[in-house]
């Protein structure tokens, strides 16, 4: 497989061309984004743990009957994916309150949900990713009523899959947040990234936060608490 031109740049991730057309190379980034890019800093190792705990995870839902666009990790901060139409919506599942639903809501963060609830935003950093409604989602031809539904249900399969996953490492998903796909022939495939990034991970005993928070509240240096979810992840497998 040949690395081509550079077909997008996002906050910390580079896509490539292949010379297969239905292949993408992607490296990742040590930059670290909070506050839709007003916070920006460069951080060295997060690129490679990042790479590395999205790999881990993309295998394991593939093994648990996901589909997604993850091909393979070919280096320490780069892996091959297919290459998919990148929906523009923000799924983010929930399964106890954190961050803006606590802010929006006024509930204690922690606070169990009765259910997992699925929020979508649309992908759009000129609005700063609004939420958005199922209508909305229609009237802007952003996705059907059949893509919501599976939306939907594909979300809420991966955390079923991936509350087990970390509750085997003894850390609480308390949300985290997907991006989706579609094939030429309008398959729907799980995309982007799953890591300390997109997800809220407490320490199951202690509540210490194991993810990007370190980073958007000022909490300290987030190399040793990504490292810390890697190894966990590692130590699993090797089991
Ligand atoms: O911002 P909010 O508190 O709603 O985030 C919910 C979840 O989605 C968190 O796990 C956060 O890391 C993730 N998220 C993300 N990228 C965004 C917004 C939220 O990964 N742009």
Known sequence: ????????????????????????????L?????????????????????????????????????NNH???????????IRSVNIIPLEVVVRNKAAGSFSK?????????????????????????????TEDHMKVLNIATEKEIQLLRQMA???NDVLKRLFKEINIDLIDFKLEFGKTPDGAILLADEISPDTCRLWDLKTKDHLDK????????????????VLDRLNKREGD
């Open 213 to 228: 928070d370190i980073y958007r509240r000022d909490l300290g240096d987030i190399i040793p608490v990504y490292q810390e």
């Open 70 to 80: 993850f091909i393979q990790q070919i280096s320490a901060t780069e892996q091959l």
């Open 156 to 158: 809420l399969e991966v």
């Open 104 to 132: 929006r809501l006024a509930i204690e963060e922690g606070t169990p949900l009765a259910f997992p609830i699925v929020d979508f935003y649309f992908k759009n950093d000129q609005l700063d990713d609004p939420m958005i």
């Open 30 to 66: 040590n930059q670290a984004t909070a506050l839709n890019g007003a916070k920006k800093d460069m951080i060295t190792g997060k690129g490679e743990l990042n790479n590395q705990i999205t790999s881990l995870i993309f295998d394991f839902l593939s093994r648990s009957g996901i």
């Open 1 to 28: 497989m040949e690395k081509g031109t550079l077909l997008y740049e996002g906050k910390a991730k580079q896509l490539f061309e292949t010379n297969d057309p239905e292949v993408v190379w992607v490296e990742y």
